[in-house]
């Protein structure tokens, strides 16, 4: 399994939660850095956060520092984007897949799924 799953997207307000899954095979958590990256409409991709699978170290995007917290449940295989605080500006389709994370953000390594939308609005 190349590619990755993602779900959790949804209509929410200005303030709100959302918490996006990454499901994955056992094979890609142990041996690869995660990453989420979301394209706004009109706009190209970025890279939002990633964790890495040696020494669990984590980046986050300027603009979502103190608001998103990425993390994996090696049981469960997956990786979530817990996002707090939602903005208009968080619109988009979200990504996960296997990444370089690099002090810059992640760099995707792997195939681009379906995505999932999250939609920021009154």
């Known amino acids: 399994q190349l590619q990755l799953a993602e779900s959790g997207g949804g209509l929410v307000q200005p303030g709100g939660s959302l918490r996006l899954s990454c499901a994955a095979s056992?094979?890609?958590?142990?041996?690869?850095?995660i990453g989420w990256f979301r394209q706004a409409p009109g706009k190209g991709r970025e890279g939002v956060s990633c964790?890495?699978?040696?020494?669990?170290?984590?980046y986050y995007a300027e603009s979502v520092k103190g608001r998103f917290t990425i993390s994996r449940d090696n049981a469960k295989n997956a990786v979530y984007l817990e996002m707090n605080s939602l903005k208009p500006e968080d619109t988009g389709v979200y990504y996960c897949?296997?990444?370089?994370?690099?002090?810059?953000?992640?760099?995707?390594?792997?195939?681009w799924g379906w995505g999932t939308q999250v939609t920021v609005s009154s």
């Open positions: 964790i890495s699978s040696s020494d669990g170290s984590l």
């Open positions: 897949g296997r990444a370089l994370c690099s002090s810059h953000g992640p760099i995707m390594a792997g195939s």
């Open positions: 056992e094979r890609i958590l142990n041996n690869f850095a």
